[in-house]
C-alpha cells in the first residue's frame, strides 16, 4: 500500500538563490537603517550614509544577479531565488527613490 501525498524528489535550493536573498536582506536592512538615521539627525547628509547606499547598490545588484541565474537552474526549487529577486528589485528601487527626490527636491 503506497502513501498518497508524499512525493520524494532530489531537488534542492539553489545556493545562488540563498546568497541572493541574503544579499538582498543585507542590502535592506542597511538601506533601511542608513534612511533612519538620516531621518534622526534631522537630514544631515553624513558621508558614511551616502557610503552605505552605494555599497547596498552595489550588492543589490550583485544579488538580483544572482537571483536570476538561480532562477535559470533547471531541477531547483525557486523559493529563495524569487525571494532575492523581488528584494533586490525593491532595494534598487529604494534607492532610485532616493537619487529621484534628492535631484527633485521631492
Known sequence: MARKGYIFTNKAESRKGILSTFFGVLSLVSLLMAVRESYLAGGEEYVRYGVVGILCLIFAAVGL????MAKMEEDKF???AWTGIVLNVLVLSGISFILYAGAYGL
Open 65 to 68: 544577479v544572482l537571483g536570476i
Open 78 to 80: 525557486y523559493l529563495f
